[in-house]
């Protein structure tokens, strides 16, 4: 009996044990699983916002362009396009827990090789825009200067020509709608993609202010000139060569004719005249219009520049060379330059060899 006892005794405390330690293994089974899923979540959520997922080719960044009225769906269409993001679908993950696609920013960004969603998400979200470089030359009127510039900034050109246009806007900054055109320096800007019409010119009479510093408007003065009239006789020199050696030179020129009160007889003004800077040969007959901006009828500068003269152009006025040369005229080799003349006998023997050379070549007009 002591026996049964014992054994009965024995059995009932070996079975507890046995309960806990299934229930326990089971606990920590389920446990193991809910880690291992928060780690391959956690896993999933640092790969989604911290491991580099853009590819740009050969390393270079890439211009994104995010204009107005631009989607979520349709910015990514354009990476996507490009290839320039590898995981799409951790970046419209993040895109949409960072809630992006209700806060689209137009703007100009570089998409970088190896940014992180992260990192890419929160520029675009905070318009973290990079500058692009705005460049205008060979500029005859403002409305070439309005689609130019319209074409490298987001605004539309119609809307930097109400400014160009505008006389009371003009007066504030100090100009008008004949002057503003020397306001403009031909160079390479950097602006922000989406800046205004009102920004753009703010920027470009700040510009022009440093240029013109004291050194340069005191050589203007030296020669009787305001910074206005430079640019008038620059524009010209801009359009009669493009070889910036001689561009001195042919200022002195012109500089010459102007103190002698010679008409300065530039061909390049009666193109602007004509509207036709593709004339190749001037003639007699282009000669004869009528207007203000016919140096061969009109004597003294014209009323404005003819183009958007380079900084090579306003310096080769301001530091021209002081010569006794009154004619010029292009090099019957083609090479560009010219030759110049003291006297006007000189100078016809040197125009007939030369229209020799475009009869020669059947160029007429």
């Not at 769906?73 to 809630?99: C, P």
């Amino acid at each position: 009996m002591n026996a049964f006892y014992h054994s009965k005794y024995a059995f009932g405390r070996t079975r507890p044990p046995k309960k806990k330690s299934s229930t326990y293994k089971v606990i920590k089974y389920i446990l193991l699983i809910i880690v291992l899923l928060l780690a391959g979540a956690g896993y999933y959520i640092y790969q989604a916002m911290f491991s580099p997922n853009t590819w740009t080719p050969g390393d270079e960044p890439v211009s994104l362009y995010v204009e107005p009225g631009n989607t979520f769906d349709e910015v990514t269409k354009k990476m996507y396009s490009q290839g320039l993001i590898v995981n799409r679908h951790t970046f419209e993950w993040l895109a949409e827990r960072k809630d992006y696609p209700s806060n689209v920013k137009v703007g100009h960004y570089l998409v970088k090789e190896g940014m992180t969603n992260n990192e890419l998400l929160n520029k675009l979200q905070a318009g973290l825009q990079t500058p692009v470089n705005v460049v205008f030359h060979n500029i005859h009127t403002l409305s070439d200067l309005s689609e130019d510039i319209s074409n490298q900034l987001v605004f539309d050109s119609s809307d930097l020509m109400e400014k160009l246009t505008d006389t009371s806007y003009l007066s504030q900054m100090g100009f008008d709608t004949t002057t503003v055109k020397a306001m403009f320096i031909p160079n390479t800007y950097e602006l922000y993609w989406t800046a205004s019409p009102d920004k753009f010119m703010k920027r470009m009479k700040k510009e022009y202010e440093k240029f013109w510093n004291e050194e340069r408007r005191k050589k203007a003065e030296e020669i009787d000139f305001t910074p206005f009239e430079v640019s008038i006789l620059a524009s010209i020199i801009e359009k009669e060569t493009n070889k910036n050696d001689e561009k001195d030179t042919i200022a002195g020129v012109y500089i010459n004719r102007l103190e002698r009160g010679y008409r300065l007889q530039a061909d390049p003004t009666l193109k602007y005249a004509l509207d036709d800077f593709s004339i190749r040969r001037v003639l007699d007959r282009h000669k004869n219009i009528d207007s203000p901006y016919n140096t061969y009828k009109y004597g003294g500068l014209p009323p404005g520049p003819i183009c958007l003269p380079s900084i090579a152009s306003l310096e080769a006025v301001l530091n021209y060379v002081d010569h006794n040369y009154y004619y010029f005229v292009a090099k019957a080799d083609f090479s560009g330059y010219h030759s110049f003349s003291r006297n006007y006998n000189e100078h016809i023997n040197k125009a007939k060899k030369y229209q020799r050379k475009l009869n020669q070549k059947k160029i007429y007009n």
